[in-house]
Every structure is written in C-alpha cells, then in structure tokens.
C-alpha cells in the first residue's frame, strides 16, 4: 500500500512570497508531480498547516488546487488552521460525532487513523478526553490489524530546544493509550518542517519539513529558517510484514541524471 503525505502547506494571499517561495506555486507542482508520478497510491494525507491564516479563501483556493489531484485525499488541521472554515470548505472531509477532523481509511490490510490535534487559538497541540476517547475506540476496532496514526503535532520531544515545548501538550497520555493497545505500527506528524525519524514509546515516527520553509537544525536564539526543496512522502506500508518505508520526494528542484553503468548524462 502507498500512501502520500503533504504537510504544512501553509496556503496564504494569492501572490503573496513568504521566505521567497511562493506557496501556491509550490502547491500546484505538488500536486501535479504526485499526479505524474504516484497515481497508484491508496491516498493522499495532508497533516495540517493547511493555510496560513485559516482564512475562508484560503480554504477556497486549497479546494480548487486540490480538484486537480487525482488520488483521493483526508486533511488534517494544524495550529495555523480554524476548524470551521476548513469544515465548511471541506463538508466532504470527515468528522467525528463530536465535531473534530478525525476520521479511518480502512484497507484490507491495516487502519490508517486521522487526528484532529487542532488546540484553537494555540500553537501547541492537543487531543483533549473526547478525542483520546475516539482514539481509543478506535484502537480497539482494530485489535489484532496493524493501525498507523497521522497527525499534526509531534507526541515527541526532538531535540529543538525552540520547537519542543510548541508539540503536543500532554503527550503521555497519547502515548499510554498506544502502549496498552500495542497495535500502533507507524507515527506520521509535521509542524516541526524538519525531516526527522525516530522512535517513541517503542513506536517509529517520521516527521516532514513539507511545502514551506525550513527550520535550520542548530537551533539556539531565535528562529530561523532556510529555503530547502519541498518535499512530500511516499509512505510504503506491508501491514502483515509489519514493515513502512518512507521516502521522501523533492519535486521541485531538477538536477542531472546519470547513468550508474556509463556515468553519461540522461537527463
């Protein structure tokens, strides 16, 4: 099974250059790449930052760049998201019975669970009873198949002193929860815009830097970032292996190709 993960788009005014990229452009070619290149995928995942403002027209323009996908796709909220416009944008995304983006892809094979870690008005993250509470229901739904959790905020410290105290505020909890199921096989987060990989609670994550700028890695003083290629992720999941390959896809920069067996240029 392939899936894609997008993150941290970050989709503001049209023509607008934030850290000289403009972040429509960056979406459009995207979407266009997975479109030429990983039209056999189960999904696309958008984990959050989906604008930047949260602003109802930027819902708007993500809908209309997002009719040119061809894969089917679930989107997460992030910190600079607002629930109810992306509800209303995206009456077709799913939500829970309490209102939050949260939502299963089920396949054959495994659970693909979607949170909602959105805390209104903060940049930290949550998942407060009632989501824990779908969570855990859910866990247990696929008791004895492999789960994978996408969501927005990391549940880990990472080692960036300014990034760390802005991930998921009580991440025990979340963490407890997947512990006692044990049926958890992948974590799939961004916010961070660093590709990171690791393991938490014995489960391995993946972190994405995603469409906008990067933070640089030595992080001491105040925040500073750096272009880099964007990148998406082309997850590989063997539920009955129990084994996930990512990759991660830089669409925009084009270099030369060579021939391992000539060393000649082709292309």
Not at 9 to 34: P, Q
Not at 150 to 165: C, I, Q, S
Not at 232 to 254: K, P, S
Request: aromatic share 8%.
């Amino acid at each position: 099974m392939k899936i894609i993960q997008v993150t941290d788009v970050h989709l503001g005014r049209r023509g607008e250059i934030r850290y000289g990229a403009d972040l429509h452009e960056r979406l459009d070619r995207c979407i266009a790449h997975i479109n030429a290149r990983q039209g056999d995928a189960a999904l696309c995942v958008l984990t959050g930052d989906l604008t930047e403002t949260g602003a109802a027209e930027s819902y708007a323009d993500l809908k209309a760049a997002l009719s040119r996908l061809s894969l089917p796709y679930r989107l997460l909220p992030g910190n600079h998201d607002r629930r109810a416009n992306l509800v209303a944008a995206f009456p077709e995304n799913p939500v829970d019975d309490n209102g939050f983006v949260q939502s299963v892809f089920e396949t054959p094979e495994a659970s693909l669970l979607f949170l909602d870690s959105l805390a209104e008005g903060r940049v930290t993250g949550e998942l407060s009873d009632q989501r824990l509470a779908w969570l855990d229901a859910r866990l247990g739904e696929a008791a004895g198949r492999q789960a994978y959790i996408f969501l927005h905020h990391p549940p880990v410290e990472l080692g960036l002193p300014l990034l760390d105290p802005l991930g998921l505020e009580r991440p025990g909890r979340f963490l407890d929860l997947l512990r006692r199921h044990g049926n958890v096989g992948h974590i799939f987060f961004g916010h961070v815009h660093r590709d990171i990989a690791g393991t938490v609670a014995g489960i391995p994550f993946t972190a994405q830097r995603g469409l906008h700028a990067r933070f640089v890695l030595d992080l001491v003083g105040e925040e500073v970032v750096e272009q880099a290629p964007p990148t998406y992720a082309i997850v590989l999941i063997d539920a009955a292996a129990r084994r996930v390959v990512v990759h991660n896809c830089d669409f925009l920069e084009q270099w030369p190709t060579y021939s391992t067996a000539t060393g000649k240029l082709v292309a």
